[in-house]
Every structure is written in C-alpha cells, then in structure tokens.
C-alpha cells in the first residue's frame, strides 16, 4: 500500500454493504496511521441522506474539495485520455499527488486515466 488511501464511490458503497475487503483495507490504513481522503465529489456520487456506514468513517477521513486548482488538473488529465468522468480524474489526480492507493470497485473506469499520468506518478490500485 502507498502512503495514503484515496476512496472511490465504489469504495464508500462497498462500506455501506459491509465489504470484507474494504474492512481489511480500511483496517490495514488505519494500523498504518495512513491518510484516508475521500474527494468531495465522491461523497457526493456516494451519499443519499441516510448513510450510517458513511457517517460513521467521515470524521476518519480527510475531505478533499474541488478547487480551481484541482479542477484545472482534473480538466487537463481528462484531455489527455480522451475521457469525461470528473469525479474518476479527481481521484487519480489526487491520489497521484499524494502517493495514495486507490479502493476501487471498478478499476477498468481508471484504467485509461492512469494511463494517461506519467508511469511514477501512476497510483496502485486495490480492487474491491
């Protein structure tokens, strides 16, 4: 695992069904005293009024917002790799600046935009 963990939608879904693997996960980054961020489009994708999993890990986390800055580069990586999802590119942008691990249920949708970042600055990715 990288330095931090950054969460996905998936990721906070996955919480709300009681994942083993994102229990593992989260378990692991906590023991660590990793930073555990969840971009704020993702709680946005992910939140529905009544998420008691979500409420619970919140305070744990870092919420990352949507800067001007972190919106230049989210636009600038989506050009590169020919894609559209704003709230995927905001969360290899900033996993990629932190040195993060990304939870993910899906990594094919980050596929093309990990692709896009140089190789060093290219997130691990953990599969739900």
């Known amino acids: 695992m990288a330095r931090g963990l950054t969460l996905d939608a998936g990721a906070l879904i996955a919480a709300e069904r009681r994942s083993e693997i994102f ?18 489009p993702v709680f946005a994708q992910a939140w529905r009024g009544r998420n008691p999993m979500i409420d619970r890990l919140l305070p744990a986390c870092v919420l990352e917002p949507f800067t ?11 050009a590169e790799a020919g894609s559209s999802d704003v709230v995927d590119a905001m969360v290899v942008i900033g996993a990629s600046e932190r040195d993060d691990s990304i939870l993910t249920s899906d990594p ?4 093309r935009l990990l692709e896009a970042l140089r190789p060093q600055r290219r997130p691990p990715l953990i599969r739900l």
């Open 108 to 111: 094919e949708d980050l596929t």
């Open 23 to 40: 229990r593992a996960t989260w378990q692991e980054a906590v023991r660590r005293h990793a930073v555990i961020t969840i971009p704020a």
């Open 68 to 78: 001007e800055p972190v919106a230049r580069s989210v636009g600038r990586l989506l």
